[in-house]
């Protein structure tokens, strides 16, 4: 049976639309992620999966409680890392660890060993008793994720996990965040804008443009899917026709001057593909990545829809000043 | 591993106000900082306009005596009310997801942030009544003590909660200025905190009759000083009744919080 299991799942904010009929099932374990632009409703779909907002229909079972009607019974299931920093920059990361074991209900005589448990996890043993103010970002997530686990929960929900990372900060994260799944056995769902985050962290990816979930598979066969090679070429005159006989090509788009093709094994097929495409002023070819993948589903770029994703750490600064 | 829902929540509870005091305490500037205000009202205004007030002619204190009741109400109305606004920017933040996601219940929340809200403005009344011992001529009794601290807990809970009611239901802090102009200012001016009531034209002594905080400056004044308007049970009377009526009021708010 499915850990969650997520039933024709809508959400509306007026008129908008945020989650539109999303049906999903996640397996116990699994490492899960949502991945889509900006605005795509990843993070709409992970509050209400975290009884933070009331889906408008639809059902979302976690656990076996309905999200909707056992909004306390499922929040002891879950742990939630949010997109945000949502600890206390005043307080330690040993105290802000310590709060959290209380409110969840970790029995007293475990929260010392839970807390020292959780800090190894992590590698932050030796910062627990530094104020969070003068935690990294990086060092932040992993306190959050830390704390996410402190109560056990059977699933854990991280929204995008490494927003605001630099790369070395990111991998970091990823490797804690395997560590949690592997070791501890938690199915671990999360949301990202980061195509190279979902496809070497998640098990499965479904892939999410305007509230409905447009693909979901491994990254491995989300990949295969593309049936080859990328090539993108910028070139005035390609002779488009000639191209679309060849058997080795599965796929092509042409306009601003950007002729875009999937190839077959696109090395020994090189020489003939520039001899067919003009004046080529600019290639360049790859494996298929999750990111040509929503680009063929949807039209659009991840990187052109995704925007200005930082700003949640501006309000954090804002927030510094002023308390 | 489930265990009785009572014991749970009142784990919550204490989880929330242990929070509030731990970032109250954290920073001992921001305590010393809370009193210095009120001390400045003591000690510039009161002498100031004191020395115009004839001695006894406020119902036998002198002024600074008479004003102490009243700079203790007025230290609750400022720092608890705007205590509760930082509601506002706890949501921008995320600080407030992670307590709102916990397993409790909404009125345990409410509540344990009104009782963080509560414990730091006590300690600041308990700091300005030894300095009011020392220097401005209040003598307190165990049973005086115990009094005000109870007056002094039933307005911090009820101003506290006030705050976070507004707070809740306010969506940006750019609000804060306005609420000081038509809240606190207005509670403030209209409680007697720096005027007996005795000689007030009929229109503003019916508008302080309206203002639950006359009451609460009203009992402290009583309990301190030995004067009063209304009598110390109908004071009690009104300020429970206030402090019941926030208290609902914020639980109501807080439940239907949106993110």
Not at chain 1, 39 to 61: D, R, V, Y
Request: aromatic share 8%; glycine share 10%; hydrophobic share 45%.
């Amino acid at each position: 049976m499915a850990l969650i299991e997520i039933k024709h799942l809508t959400k509306k904010f007026g008129d908008f639309t945020a989650v539109n009929d999303v049906s999903l099932e996640i397996r116990e374990g699994e490492i899960f992620g949502l991945l889509g632009p900006n605005g795509a409703g990843k993070t709409t779909t992970l509050s209400i999966l975290g009884t933070l907002l009331p889906p408008t229909s639809g059902t979302a079972i976690i656990d076996g409680h309905d999200v909707a009607m056992h909004p306390t019974r499922v929040r002891r299931s879950i742990g939630f890392v949010f997109q945000d920093p949502s600890s206390d920059d005043l307080l330690t990361g040993r105290e802000n660890l310590y709060l959290h074991a209380v409110m969840y209900g970790v029995p007293w005589k475990e929260i010392q060993s839970r807390i020292d448990e959780s800090l190894r996890l992590v590698d932050l043993t030796d910062r627990q008793h530094v104020r969070m103010r003068k935690y990294s970002g990086g060092m932040r997530r992993r306190l959050e994720l830390a704390r996410g686990f402190l109560h056990k929960p059977k699933i854990m929900f991280l929204d995008e996990p490494t927003l605001g990372l630099d790369p070395q900060g990111r991998e970091n994260l990823w490797h804690y965040i395997k560590k949690l799944s592997k070791e501890n056995h938690i199915t671990i769902i999360l949301t990202t804008h980061y195509m190279e985050e979902a496809d070497v962290l998640c098990d499965r990816v479904g892939i999410i443009d305007q509230g409905k979930i447009i693909t979901l598979d491994t990254p491995a066969n989300l990949k295969q899917s593309m049936g080859g090679d990328v090539v993108t070429i910028e070139t005035k005159n390609a002779q488009i026709s000639a191209l679309e006989q060849k058997p080795y090509l599965q796929h092509l788009t042409y306009t601003n001057d950007l002729l875009r093709l999937t190839v077959d094994d696109v090395s020994a097929h090189l020489q003939e593909i520039l001899s067919l495409a003009g004046t080529a002023t600019h290639i360049e070819f790859h494996a298929p990545t999750l990111h040509d993948v929503y680009m063929r589903l949807t039209g659009k770029r991840l990187r052109d829809a995704a925007g200005d994703a930082e700003g949640g750490w501006m309000t954090r600064m804002i927030h510094s000043g002023t308390r | 591993m489930r265990r009785p829902y009572a014991i749970q929540e009142l784990r919550g509870l204490y989880a929330i106000w242990y929070r509030e005091l731990l970032v109250f305490m954290r920073e001992p500037s921001r305590l010393v900082g809370s009193i210095i205000q009120p001390l400045l009202w003591l000690v510039i205004f009161g002498t100031g306009l004191g020395s115009i007030i004839e001695p006894g002619a406020v119902s036998g204190a002198n002024y600074q005596q008479f004003l102490f009741p009243g700079i203790l109400v007025m230290t609750i109305l400022f720092g608890s009310l705007y205590y509760g606004l930082y509601i506002i920017l706890d949501k921008r933040i995320d600080f407030l997801k992670e307590v709102l996601v916990a397993p409790l219940h909404k009125s345990t929340m409410f509540f344990g942030k009104a009782l963080g809200g509560s414990t730091d403005g006590l300690l600041q009344i308990g700091m300005l009544l030894i300095l009011g011992q020392l220097f401005f001529g209040i003598h307190l009794t165990v049973a005086s003590t115990v009094l005000t601290l109870f007056v002094v807990t039933l307005l911090l809970l009820g101003v506290t909660s006030l705050g976070l009611m507004i707070g809740s239901l306010m969506e940006s802090p750019e609000g804060f200025g306005l609420i000081s102009s038509f809240v606190i200012f207005p509670l403030f001016f209209l409680s007697g905190a720096l005027f007996p009531l005795s000689n007030l034209p009929l229109w503003l002594k019916n508008i302080v009759v309206l203002n639950p905080v006359s009451y609460a400056v009203d009992a402290l004044r009583t309990i301190l000083l030995g004067i009063t308007n209304y009598g110390l049970p109908f004071d009690l009377l009104v300020l429970l009744s206030f402090t019941v009526c926030t208290v609902s009021a914020g639980t109501w708010a807080f439940s239907r919080l949106k993110l």
